[in-house]
């Protein structure tokens, strides 16, 4: 598959052991700190950017929500109440997801 989490795997492989060796100098702990955190505003980046590129017409007219809560891989207790909210919560829900994945990881 060509997921984005399976790059995040190995990457994150690849870079936290460098993290755990015994005597490392507390620059390099500093380096491997941004670069964990580099990665992870790449994968928050990237899955708002995925959303958009996608094509998908669910997420380009905010109504993905409509039918994520009763589909997501792991629902919460709370999902079946958030799956019957109004169209215009979802809506918002759409958007704040957006948000969360776009702007916030620029701050």
Not at 47 to 57: A, D, R
Request: some cysteine.
């Amino acid at each position: 598959t060509n997921l984005q989490w399976d790059i995040l795997l190995i990457e994150t492989g690849a870079v936290a052991p460098l993290l755990s060796f015994p005597g490392a100098s507390p620059f390099s702990s500093t380096v491997m700190l941004w670069t964990l955190r580099a990665l992870v505003f790449k994968v928050m980046f990237a899955s708002g950017v995925v959303k958009l590129e996608s094509g998908c017409p669910k997420w380009r007219t905010l109504s993905a929500m409509d039918y994520h809560y009763e589909t997501q891989p792991l629902p919460h207790k709370l999902s079946w109440y958030a799956h019957g909210s109004p169209k215009w919560m979802q809506t918002y829900s759409a958007l704040g997801t957006f948000m969360l994945e776009i702007f916030l990881p620029f701050l």
